[in-house]
Nanobody
Framework: QVQLVESGGGSVQAGRSLRLSCAAS????????VGWYRQAPGNQREPVAT???????NYANAVKGRFTISKDTAKNTVYLQMNNLKPEDTALYFC???????????WGQGTQVTVSS
């Protein structure tokens, strides 16, 4: 079973940047897509960005133009570059993956991002 481990979270001031990493314990080619989700206190978990194994990307409207998802298949790692962070980006960020066209059913433990104004 391939596992996902997130890293790169932290506390930053608004306007700064962070890069999150999602490292798979096996080949990411076992997945058809990998995504980043986030959950703020009191809110439901929401999708942030996704990337397919072919490299197609999709972003939530709230992060378009500020966040970039990318992958390094040689390192079995997916990244989320987050620029111009805002306080409303504060959340626990999760990496998730899916096989085929099913639900995202492989999840990491999450990494906390806190943005202060």
């Amino acid at each position: 079973q391939v596992q996902l481990v997130e890293s790169g979270g932290g506390s930053v001031q608004a306007g700064r940047s962070l890069r999150l990493s999602c490292a798979a314990s096996g080949s990411i080619f076992s997945f058809t897509a990998v995504g980043w989700y986030r959950q703020a206190p009191g809110n439901q978990r929401e999708p942030v960005a996704t990337i397919t194994i072919m490299g197609s990307t999709n972003y939530a409207n709230a992060v378009k133009g500020r966040f970039t998802i990318s992958k390094d298949t040689a390192k079995n790692t997916v990244y989320l570059q987050m620029n111009n962070l805002k306080p409303e980006d504060t959340a626990l960020y999760f990496c998730a993956a899916r096989r085929g066209l099913g639900d995202y059913n492989v999840w990491g433990q999450g990494t906390q991002v806190t943005v202060s104004s």
